[in-house]
């Protein structure tokens, strides 16, 4: 099992920057691949990004494609997503995921989760 906290939402202005980090408890962090997702008030939670257990492959939402980078550093536990160029769409929760199996873009295929941290941008 793994537990997941998100950190580093906040607010911005739209076009600018912003780094979320997501540290993950135990030893066996390198073995998940992992994802972020972001839901916005009356939508139904969206695949962001995600990433392989190396850290070789990425995978990224249209809608962020160019914008977002994902990357993980296995010796210490995290993942991150730095966002560019943010715009008022951006808006959500955004949520990191583990999953035990090959990385997927839907929530069913993620086993854990963090607890959500909030991204507003304004215009």
């Known amino acids: 099992q793994v537990q997941l906290v998100e950190s580093g939402g906040g607010l911005v202005q739209a076009g600018g920057s912003l780094r979320l980090s997501c540290a993950a408890s135990?030893?066996?962090?390198?073995?998940?691949?992992m994802g972020w997702f972001r839901q916005a008030p009356g939508k139904e939670r969206e695949f962001v990004a995600a990433?392989?257990?190396?850290?070789?492959?990425?995978y990224y939402a249209d809608s962020v494609k160019g914008r977002f980078t994902i990357s993980r550093d296995n010796a210490k536990n995290t993942m991150y997503l730095q966002m560019n160029r943010l715009k008022p769409e951006d808006t959500a929760v955004y949520y990191c995921?583990?999953?035990?199996?090959?990385?997927?873009?839907?929530?069913?295929?993620?086993?854990?989760w963090g607890q959500g941290t909030q991204v507003t941008v304004s215009s």
């Open positions: 995921a583990a999953s035990r199996a090959n990385y997927g873009t839907t929530p069913t295929e993620y086993d854990y």
């Open positions: 990433i392989s257990r190396a850290g070789v492959s990425t």
């Open positions: 135990g030893r066996t962090f390198s073995t998940y691949v």
